[in-house]
Nanobody, 124 residues
Framework: QLQLVESGGGLVHSGGSARLTCAAA????????IGWFRQSPGKEREGVAS????????YYADSVKGRFAISRDSAKTTVYLQMNNLKSEDTGVYYC?????????????????WGQGTQVTISS
């Protein structure tokens, strides 16, 4: 059974960095596009970054472009989200999600699998 488990959230000072991890159990990420979403207080859920199945093509929302980096380990079981120069508006619950859809340059596809989320809080 496919499972996605996030880790790495916590309290970070503004301007600091954090790395989130999404561990996939039950599937090789050659066959799954992984995305990171966040749910901030009072806002709609936002897709922030994704890495496509197969060739691992990255996508970033404008709000995080140049600050966040998504990557995948060589074993293709774990996806990382490196977050730098964090701002207060980056605060939220971050979810890892997976889809069999080929999503290149977009996160506007159906996401089938979801992790439980990890809280990231940016303090000023």
């Amino acid at each position: 059974q496919l499972q996605l488990v996030e880790s790495g959230g916590g309290l970070v000072h503004s301007g600091g960095s954090a790395r989130l991890t999404c561990a996939a159990a039950g599937i090789n990420l050659d066959y799954l596009t992984i995305g990171w979403f966040r749910q901030s207080p009072g806002k709609e859920r936002e897709g922030v970054a994704s890495i496509s199945q197969g060739n691992g093509f990255p996508y970033y929302a404008d709000s995080v472009k140049g600050r966040f980096a998504i990557s995948r380990d060589s074993a293709k079981t774990t996806v990382y989200l490196q977050m730098n120069n964090l701002k207060s508006e980056d605060t939220g619950v971050y979810y890892c999600a997976g889809t069999e859809a080929i999503a290149i340059g977009t996160m506007g596809v159906p996401w089938t699998y979801w992790g439980q989320g990890t809280q990231v809080t940016i303090s000023s």
